[in-house]
């Protein structure tokens, strides 16, 4: 029988390596002296020293082909929260996760590092210091929420010491920072088009955002702790700033320091909710003749009105975790108005 020859533990693939952690999870691996490979649909940009694949995480073929050398892949790649095809959150996130594991089984990588989601566990009422132990939503709010259990579940599961391959999930929560697609662009959309005057609910209520670094660093020590007998074999680990903030004060904080006004005005959040609600059963109705958007959808509405903050004292005790960038505040911009390079500048000592 042919020995398989073990790549490296220094050599990795990133599936989403193109997005916004991807990219940021590929650099600081070059930094740390990894040979990186992504994965993803599109390229984006380009590092030295990093290979670019581009495909579809759901045809095994093309994994295949950049799994077959490495021994450590961190699966970060999802279709963006915001889009409403739960074909496509289905076909992505469960049908083509089974893929990735299947692919990493039969290429012989060791370790694969799942990019969850702490939503896995919100129902859209308070989450106050949530643990790990919290049990999945029964009642999951969106698509997007439904397909990230269903793919951490599939990564959970199929973590065996018995056939070498070893699996974990961490589970990020409102990640900010340079080149950040999603929150600040949302926030000042909606800003833009007038619709950011309101509180909804009292505004008391407190939440995590945690900065990206922190995120890559969990992944990164997890990937480095995660060996047959270790205790992050099969589970999941909340990465946070450590710092919960009040929603309604990051938002504001943000938004005048761009040049907007705070949301002034409160609203009820059961009304706003039942509103959201409406809205989102009227768009879909109407899915089959046109195609709408709405910016307040019950996820939005659920996050921006309760408390959902959790403990990473799981990561804190199980692989050394401890933010490595938890003074920054939103309020402290850089000139050109980029939040998240002002937390970068802190790092690299660069003025923004
Ligand atoms: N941004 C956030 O606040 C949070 C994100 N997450 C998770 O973090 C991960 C990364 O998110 P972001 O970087 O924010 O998103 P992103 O949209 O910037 O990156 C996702 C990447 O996946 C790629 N991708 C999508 N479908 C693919 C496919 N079929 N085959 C190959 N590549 C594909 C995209 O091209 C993109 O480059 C996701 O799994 C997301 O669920 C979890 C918690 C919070
Ligand atoms: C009320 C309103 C329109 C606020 C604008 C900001 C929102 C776009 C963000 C506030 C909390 C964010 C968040 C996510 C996306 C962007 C926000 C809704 C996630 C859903 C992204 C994916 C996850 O896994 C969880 C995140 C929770 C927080």
């Given amino acids: 029988m042919a020995t398989r020859i073990r790549p490296s533990s220094k050599r990795c693939a990133v599936i989403g390596g193109s997005g916004f952690l991807g990219r940021h999870l590929v650099e600081r691996l070059v930094e740390k002296g990894y040979s990186v490979a992504v994965f ?6 380009e590092v030295s020293g990093v290979t670019f694949h581009q495909g579809d995480l759901c045809n095994k073929q093309d994994l295949l082909k950049v799994l077959k050398d490495v021994s450590l892949v961190f699966h970060c790649a999802s279709p963006a929260p915001g889009c409403n095809d739960r074909n496509l959150f289905w076909r992505v996130n469960v049908e083509g996760t089974r893929t990735v594991i299947q692919a990493c089984q039969q290429a012989g990588v060791q370790k694969l590092v799942l990019t969850s ?29 439904e397909t990230k259990i269903k793919q951490e579940k599939l990564v959970l599961e199929a973590c065996s010491k018995e056939k070498d391959f070893l699996t974990v999930a961490i589970r990020p929560h409102g990640i900010f920072g340079p080149r950040d697609p999603q929150l600040v662009p949302i926030l000042v959309d909606t800003a833009r088009k007038g619709k950011m005057k309101f509180i909804i609910g009292d505004g ?18 997890a990937a480095e702790h995660l060996r047959p007998d270790s205790p992050l074999c099969g589970k999941a680990y909340h ?13 504001s904080q943000v938004l005048v320091g761009l040049g907007y006004d705070a949301p002034r005005y409160h ?86």
């Fill in 40 to 45: 993803d649909i599109a390229q984006r940009y």
């Fill in 204 to 221: 008391t209520n407190l939440v995590d955002f945690t900065y990206v670094d922190n995120v890559v660093h969990g992944h990164i020590l």
């Fill in 267 to 352: 609203l009820p959040y059961s009304l706003v909710y039942g509103i959201a609600m409406l809205l989102w059963i009227i768009t879909f109705l109407l899915r089959p003749v046109v195609n709408i958007k709405p910016t307040f959808t019950p996820m939005r509405v659920a996050l921006a009105g309760t408390h959902h903050y959790y403990s990473c004292s799981r990561a804190k005790q199980d692989m050394g975790y401890q933010p490595v960038s938890s003074a920054y505040r939103p309020l402290d911009r850089g000139k050109n108005g980029d939040i998240g390079a002002v937390a970068q500048s802190r790092r690299t000592g660069e003025e923004v």
């Fill in 239 to 251: 990465i946070t700033n450590d710092d919960p903030i009040r929603f309604w004060d990051f938002m």
């Fill in 117 to 145: 989601s702490a939503s896995v566990v919100f129902e859209g009422t308070d989450i106050m210091n949530g643990k790990e132990d919290l049990p999945y939503a029964k009642r999951p709010i969106d698509y997007y929420t």
